[in-house]
DNA sequence: CATTCCTATGATGGGCGCACGGCACTTCGG
DNA sequence: CCGAAGTGCCGTGCGCCCATCATAGGAATG
């Protein structure tokens, strides 16, 4: 290449890099002769030589054998493909490794840095990252001694009582709750929050517990949530899929939502728009967080002292729908007791 | 690290990679040492040394300014997610590469081959990859001259052709076809074989078109469809979220669904299963498509004749549900000309 | 017993392709 | 004739893998 264009290897690197002091016409005439001859600088050497390799980590924690987290899936892919234009918009790509990668894997690839998702209490991989100096960011606030470099995550508390009170509001008497038996953060703090909530306003708990991973043991547990003696008439359901179960185990007992019961789901998919009805979800703004850990990661590589806190709380957004209003909303003049459409 | 041990770096480049002919000792020395220290080989290092990286591009074809295709999320997320189980099965990993990526970010990371979901007719990218010898695998048969190492799809005409049949078989009299404007090749055969199967039957077409990358356009164009004068008595919708879309429409329209209208759409989604009723869909399968594209890449990649032939067909599984039988199935005892259900 | 040869075990050196610090060469103006 | 500014190049080293070479200890041979 240096040959070809009759200069330098040190003239062509300068060239390409905008980086020497080199007259406009050397430039020019290497940037020309370099396209002519389709050349591209190659990565692993100047990865090798400047320390960078433009490569961030994206690792999911895992339940069970599947590489990623099934009842998460659609915060997950929303969150990374939020966090992959983010990355690349500051010339960064994301590479997808997941935390039961073993470590062969790992040290395979040059980053510099890593996002990790929903880090669990004594995560190896974040340690041993953290232990070489690179920079650490999580999406979901580190449980004990997890020694990360910053964190978003959402008020997961706040967000389950403030589905509490509007499931009050609208006149539930007894809110049950549909939760997961995996011990991660979002799980632990919302039922946490829920069972503070119960002895706050004397309710018994009434809650179903399954393993989040699997989507058939969601639709047995929701099932389960309303044959009990006690049967809530209301429910919030923490996984994505409970919408959808809790509605057909509803109508399998002849309930009528919100008639007779009231639906909230935390989820990000638009599907909930159309079910009949429409259901109230809570969205956990995954593209915000994906933004915001990708944004705060880069500061940390590129050494730069962002102004931003290394502590974000991202707001929760409740999209309330008719699922969870005992008296439906009225645009126009439309007859008493008719669930309206999603107009 | 070579002095900590005590011996040279070629024997600890052994050691710790299992080459050369080391006595036990000495290895187990050397990976001692290593451990001791938290010495990890520079993956930058030895990918400029080998030429090997061990990273796979992934890379998708966008429609509008998001990095990913919207519509296909859902396919796009369970097909990523199994060719990253793949490709760390066999010791890579996956970059996420959107194809809108500017020169720079492509050509700062070290890629040993690349994914191609979807490629268009002349896609620079991958004339640029093929260019500098790298294979390439696309997941969709390529159009035009494009020249990948090999390809996976699905045989989207006969999948169309199937569900046509299994629609008139139902007792559909005039089927309509909910269908994207992009020239994707998917939308583009789909429709072709949709047409195609009109003249055949001497059918009219009934059809709308709308933007799939945009979810709201898809509830427009489903509305559009049922409000033609010409009403289909049955809809096959192209892209996920139509099934929902369209079952919200046939409420406002006073249609029973399968009564008045049967309905199929293509999707990966389990929502399907709860919706009311619960929707027929097209799996295109892309665990498999995943999987075997992550095979044959990988293959390429290490130089490997695999006895895989480098054109794959993977077969698309129609999933029936209640909306697209006009006589809902019985387990027990079924009356003549019902569709039997999917047990 | 001396010599040769062989094998087991590691060490040496080269170079992958680039980026960066510093040096050398030119060309002026003073 | 000298200094300074303007251009461009050289040398070095990033950390590793691989082909080659060196050393020692033993086995085989005369």
Same mark, same amino acid.
């Given at each position: 290449?240096?040959?070809?264009?009759?200069?330098?290897?040190?003239?062509?690197?300068?060239?390409?890099?905008?980086?020497?002091? !080199?007259?406009?016409?050397?430039?020019?005439?290497?940037?020309?002769?370099?396209?002519?001859?389709?050349?591209?600088?190659?990565?692993?050497?100047?990865?090798?030589?400047?320390?960078?390799? /433009?490569?961030?980590?994206?690792?999911?924690?895992?339940?069970?054998?599947?590489?990623?987290?099934?009842?998460?899936?659609?915060?997950?892919?929303?969150?990374?493909?939020?966090?992959?234009?983010?990355? +690349?918009?500051?010339?960064?790509? !994301?590479?997808?490794?997941?935390?039961?990668?073993?470590?062969?894997?790992?040290?395979?690839?040059? +980053? &510099?840095?890593?996002?990790?998702?929903?880090?669990?209490?004594?995560?190896?991989?974040?340690?041993?990252?953290?232990?070489?100096?690179?920079?650490?960011?999580?999406?979901?606030?580190?449980?004990?001694?997890?020694?990360?470099?910053?964190?978003?995550?959402?008020?997961?508390?706040?967000?389950?009582?403030?589905?509490?009170?509007?499931?009050?509001?609208?006149?539930?008497?007894?809110?049950? !709750?549909?939760?997961?038996?995996?011990?991660?953060?979002?799980?632990?703090?919302?039922?946490?929050?829920?069972?503070?909530?119960?002895?706050?306003? &004397?309710?018994?708990?009434?809650?179903?517990?399954?393993?989040?991973?699997?989507?058939?043991? /969601?639709?047995?547990?929701? &099932?389960?949530?309303?044959?009990?003696?006690?049967?809530?008439?209301?429910?919030?359901?923490?996984?994505?899929?409970? /919408?959808?179960? +809790? +509605?057909?185990?509803?109508?399998?007992?002849?309930?009528?939502?919100?008639?007779?019961?009231?639906?909230?789901?935390?989820?990000?998919?638009?599907?909930?728009?159309?079910?009949?009805?429409?259901?109230?979800?809570?969205?956990?703004?995954?593209?915000?967080?994906?933004?915001?850990?990708?944004?705060?990661?880069?500061?940390?590589?590129?050494?730069?002292?962002? &102004?931003?806190?290394?502590?974000?709380?991202?707001?929760?957004? !409740?999209?309330?729908?008719?699922?969870?209003?005992?008296?439906?909303?009225?645009?126009?003049?439309?007859?008493?007791?008719?669930?309206?459409?999603?107009?």
């Amino acid at each position: 290449m240096a040959a070809a264009a009759g200069v330098s290897i040190t003239t062509v690197s300068d060239a390409l890099n905008g980086k020497g002091r !080199l007259p406009d016409a050397t430039r020019r005439h290497v940037r020309e002769v370099a396209e002519r001859l389709g050349y591209r600088p190659s990565a692993a050497a100047r990865t090798l030589r400047t320390g960078k390799s /433009g490569l961030i980590g994206l690792t999911v924690t895992t339940y069970g054998d599947e590489p990623f987290t099934f009842t998460e899936f659609a915060y997950f892919a929303e969150m990374a493909r939020a966090a992959t234009s983010a990355a +690349l918009a500051r010339g960064y790509a !994301l590479v997808i490794l997941p935390a039961t990668s073993r470590h062969d894997v790992w040290s395979n690839v040059a +980053l &510099d840095g890593t996002v990790v998702i929903d880090p669990s209490d004594q995560d190896p991989v974040v340690s041993e990252l953290v232990r070489q100096g690179l920079p650490v960011v999580s999406d979901g606030r580190p449980v004990g001694q997890l020694p990360v470099t910053a964190w978003v995550d959402n008020d997961h508390e706040a967000a389950v009582l403030g589905i509490l009170d509007h499931l009050s509001a609208a006149g539930a008497r007894r809110i049950g !709750l549909l939760t997961g038996t995996t011990t991660d953060t979002y799980t632990r703090l919302s039922t946490e929050a829920y069972l503070r909530w119960c002895r706050h306003v &004397d309710q018994d708990p009434v809650y179903e517990t399954y393993p989040a991973h699997d989507p058939c043991a /969601g639709a047995v547990a929701a &099932d389960r949530l309303l044959a009990r003696p006690d049967r809530p008439d209301a429910v919030y359901g923490l996984f994505d899929p409970n /919408g959808t179960d +809790l +509605l057909a185990a509803a109508r399998r007992y002849g309930l009528r939502v919100p008639d007779d019961l009231l639906l909230v789901c935390c989820s990000e998919s638009t599907v909930y728009a159309n079910t009949e009805p429409p259901m109230t979800t809570l969205s956990l703004k995954p593209r915000r967080i994906g933004t915001a850990v990708i944004q705060l990661l880069i500061d940390a590589i590129e050494g730069i002292d962002g &102004d931003r806190p290394v502590e974000q709380v991202i707001p929760t957004e !409740l999209i309330v729908r008719t699922s969870s209003q005992r008296r439906p909303p009225r645009t126009t003049v439309s007859p008493p007791r008719t669930p309206n459409d999603t107009t």
